[in-house]
């Protein structure tokens, strides 16, 4: 049993396709019990399309949706803020137009430098990459009120493809990264849209998965990712297992932002 697909986007992120509505529809018809849509908010200034979302919309068609689907499945209102930590006034800004389960962060664009596009990682090494990558977020992790750390190595899902990926180079940078991620009670988004892409990866790899438990962390949220409707839930399962083989029992369920363990089948 999948418990709960927490990194969901609709119509309402600039490049979603589907509608709040059709997503609900699809969990209840493969039996999960709980999403959480994480609508983007991108505000940078290399944004194609900035403070695309309106979340008055979007939260007063969730509301319709929970009163519509009550008894058949909750429906959490998270946020996807992309660098939060280089816009605090923004993020704030948000955070009170909307009452938001959980918040995500994220690091898309490292400078001007965007983390999917292809032409970057082919004029840039491996190491300039990464490291940079990681670097910012530390910033993101060390400076923002988060609930849950998007995609961990998300330059991964464009780079392994081009020039491969080997974490344990990186690995005193992420081991800093997940020990501040620990101390400040923060998820990590166990997400699969790597799956459905040519790097065909899970974020975060299975080794930073083993670094932050032996680090002593335990909380997980899953999330695959889905832009449209036949990507919700889509391989979950995967990360299910990548979590349990490694003695996890529970995953997160978050709740007007207050973390409670939802223990796995
Ligand atoms: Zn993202
Ligand atoms: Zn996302």
Redesign the pocket.
Known sequence: MIPIDYHLHTRYSEDGDDTLEAMCQRAIQLGIPEVGFSE?WDVGPYEINPRFFKPELWYAELERLRDLFAGQLVIRAGI?I?EPHLYPQETAEILRRASFDYVIG?V?FVGRNFMFDRDYFKCHSADEVYAGYFAEMEQLVRTTELDIV??FD?PARTGIPIFGYDPLRYEAQIRSILKTCIERGLALDVNVSGLRKPAHNIMPDPIILEWYIELGGERFTLGS?AHRVPELGLNLEKAIEAIQSLGIDHVMQFKQRQAYHLPLE
């Open positions: 983007h996807e992309a994220s898309h998007a995609h998300l990712d």
